[in-house]
């Protein structure tokens, strides 16, 4: 039996760990900033927003419809004067129906506020949503960047090795300075912490990745490698901003919670207004004291006027504080603006930069792999020397991690750009 019991411990112990520990397979951008998005509390809490404030427009429907009541007393009536005491059955039945007729339009108000709020979460979720994929892209990406900086740190330190212990060969022949041997040292020692930094990096984003998804980073690769031309005209930064003002939800968000905040205040002044409903009452009355037992039935229909007059102020503080959300919100709505006009230009003009510097490193590799091809043909026919060939390939290297670093860094400034005009996330 005690044997049994450990087995059965070990293995509840490695069901628990397999269904604790993130799961691994290959993901496309498009995968991963999907479950990115399905996986976040954030979002989730935004959707539970969302359907709490669309509630409120049931709710602002409430005051256009009737209210009923029925009422029901059943007691008796004691009485007692001096020594003389008396006792009376009393019953009474009452049915109370109210139509608001006019409400100094504070109903209408009312509910186009709750209108403007639901519009406005939903425009807020869509961005929250928004967010968290370019969050996804931007780690997925990094990994791939860092993983390759990483590789080919250790390819430079292992040629670093070789090039510093020929360089001391030759130092202590005296065919090199000490100050060329120590510019060798200087230079694996800088590649040694770019090494380290790049592979803490590295692990940062891996951890944000998963963190987001709950996967690992797994089998991440490069999508085809974007056009600015499918976002509109490339060299039209000032069409491309316009695209972004008229498009991101986080401005759409906060214009239309603006709009709800003017509509409250139109609310809270139709509270100075008259009121208008229309009523029915009927009462069935039944007392052993009054009209001798018999029941006494009244109905009534009449129209009920109410003008406010003076409510201890509260109207007009009602009044004023939301005059000031609505100043508080427009105010909001224009920061909006101004962060998304500020981020689409910088980010349109950044992408253009890096598409030229692209291009530029793509040549520059090109060349640099065509000589360290001639340098190992000629190291081969000993037409040179093995640290020439390291020079060479170091070289080479270096100029690739410069083309891989801007490479990432423009596919993350097109995500970027798709953020911003509202199409990063298709499924939205």
């Given at each position: 039996?005690?044997?049994?019991?450990?087995?059965?411990?070990?293995?509840?112990?490695?069901?628990?760990?397999?269904?604790?520990?993130?799961?691994?397979?290959?993901?496309?951008?498009?995968?991963?900033?999907?479950?990115?998005?399905?996986?976040?509390?954030?979002?989730?809490?935004?959707?539970?927003?969302?359907?709490?404030?669309?509630?409120?427009?049931?709710?602002?429907?409430?005051?256009?419809?009737?209210?009923?009541?029925?009422?029901?007393?059943?007691?008796?009536?004691?009485?007692?004067?001096?020594?003389?005491?008396?006792?009376?059955?009393?019953?009474?039945?009452?049915?109370?129906?109210?139509?608001?007729?006019?409400?100094?339009?504070?109903?209408?108000?009312?509910?186009?506020?709750?209108?403007?709020?639901?519009?406005?979460?939903?425009?807020?979720?869509?961005?929250?949503?928004?967010?968290?994929?370019?969050?996804?892209?931007?780690?997925?990406?990094?990994?791939?960047?860092?993983?390759?900086l990483v590789e080919q740190g250790d390819a430079l330190n292992e040629d670093y090795k070789k090039l510093i212990a020929l360089?001391?060969?030759?130092?202590?022949?005296?065919?090199?300075?000490?100050?060329?041997?120590?510019?060798?040292?200087?230079?694996?020692?800088?590649?040694?912490?770019?090494?380290?930094?790049?592979?803490?990096?590295?692990?940062?984003?891996?951890?944000?990745?998963?963190?987001?998804?709950?996967?690992?980073?797994?089998?991440?690769?490069?999508?085809?490698?974007?056009?600015?031309?499918?976002?509109?005209?490339?060299?039209?930064?000032?069409?491309?901003?316009?695209?972004?003002?008229?498009?991101?939800?986080?401005?759409?968000?906060?214009?239309?919670?603006?709009?709800?905040?003017?509509?409250?205040?139109?609310?809270?002044?139709?509270?100075?207004?008259?009121?208008?409903?229309?009523?029915?009452?009927?009462?069935?009355?039944?007392?052993?004291?009054?009209?001798?037992?018999?029941?006494?039935?009244?109905?009534?229909?009449?129209?009920?006027?109410?003008?406010?007059?003076?409510?201890?102020?509260?109207?007009?503080t009602g009044i004023a504080k939301a005059n000031k959300e609505s100043q508080i919100a427009n105010l909001e709505k224009q920061?909006?603006?101004?962060?998304?006009?500020?981020?689409?230009?910088?980010?349109?003009?950044?992408?253009?930069?890096?598409?030229?510097?692209?291009?530029?490193?793509?040549?520059?590799?090109?060349?640099?792999?065509?000589?360290?091809?001639?340098?190992?043909?000629?190291?081969?026919?000993?037409?040179?020397?093995?640290?020439?060939?390291?020079?060479?390939?170091?070289?080479?290297?270096?100029?690739?991690?410069?083309?891989?670093?801007?490479?990432?860094?423009?596919?993350?400034?097109?995500?970027?750009l798709k953020f911003l005009i509202d199409e990063i996330n298709p499924k939205n």
């Amino acid at each position: 039996m005690p044997k049994i019991g450990i087995i059965a411990n070990l293995l509840l112990l490695s069901v628990i760990f397999v269904f604790s520990t993130t799961s691994s397979f290959a993901l496309n951008i498009d995968e991963a900033m999907d479950l990115g998005v399905s996986n976040s509390i954030e979002v989730q809490i935004e959707g539970k927003k969302t359907e709490y404030t669309a509630i409120s427009k049931y709710e602002a429907i409430t005051e256009f419809l009737p209210s009923a009541s029925l009422n029901y007393r059943d007691g008796d009536r004691r009485t007692q004067i001096s020594t003389l005491k008396d006792k009376q059955k009393d019953e009474v039945r009452t049915l109370n129906i109210s139509q608001p007729l006019f409400s100094g339009f504070s109903g209408v108000s009312r509910y186009r506020e709750s209108m403007y709020q639901t519009r406005s979460a939903q425009q807020n979720l869509k961005f929250r949503k928004n967010e968290i994929a370019l969050k996804v892209a931007d780690s997925y990406f990094n990994i791939l960047k860092y993983q390759k900086l990483v590789e080919q740190g250790d390819a430079l330190n292992e040629d670093y090795k070789k090039l510093i212990a020929l360089a001391k060969k030759r130092f202590l022949l005296k065919d090199i300075s000490y100050d060329e041997f120590s510019a060798y040292e200087l230079k694996a020692k800088k590649n040694e912490i770019d090494f380290n930094q790049n592979k803490i990096a590295l692990t940062s984003y891996k951890a944000a990745f998963s963190h987001l998804t709950n996967q690992d980073p797994v089998g991440l690769s490069y999508p085809e490698l974007p056009q600015l031309s499918k976002l509109g005209d490339e060299n039209d930064t000032s069409g491309f901003v316009a695209a972004a003002l008229s498009q991101n939800p986080k401005i759409k968000s906060a214009s239309l919670a603006s709009q709800a905040k003017k509509s409250a205040v139109l609310a809270e002044s139709g509270k100075l207004m008259p009121k208008v409903s229309l009523n029915y009452q009927e009462e069935n009355q039944k007392s052993s004291y009054y009209f001798n037992g018999q029941d006494v039935n009244n109905k009534t229909v009449y129209l009920n006027f109410s003008i406010p007059l003076f409510q201890s102020g509260t109207e007009y503080t009602g009044i004023a504080k939301a005059n000031k959300e609505s100043q508080i919100a427009n105010l909001e709505k224009q920061l909006s603006i101004k962060e998304t006009q500020r981020d689409a230009i910088e980010q349109h003009q950044k992408f253009l930069y890096l598409n030229q510097n692209l291009s530029s490193s793509i040549s520059a590799y090109e060349t640099s792999t065509k000589a360290l091809n001639l340098a190992k043909n000629r190291f081969a026919k000993k037409d040179i020397g093995l640290m020439d060939y390291l020079l060479q390939e170091i070289d080479n290297i270096e100029i690739e991690k410069q083309m891989i670093a801007i490479k990432c860094d423009y596919i993350i400034s097109y995500y970027n750009l798709k953020f911003l005009i509202d199409e990063i996330n298709p499924k939205n």
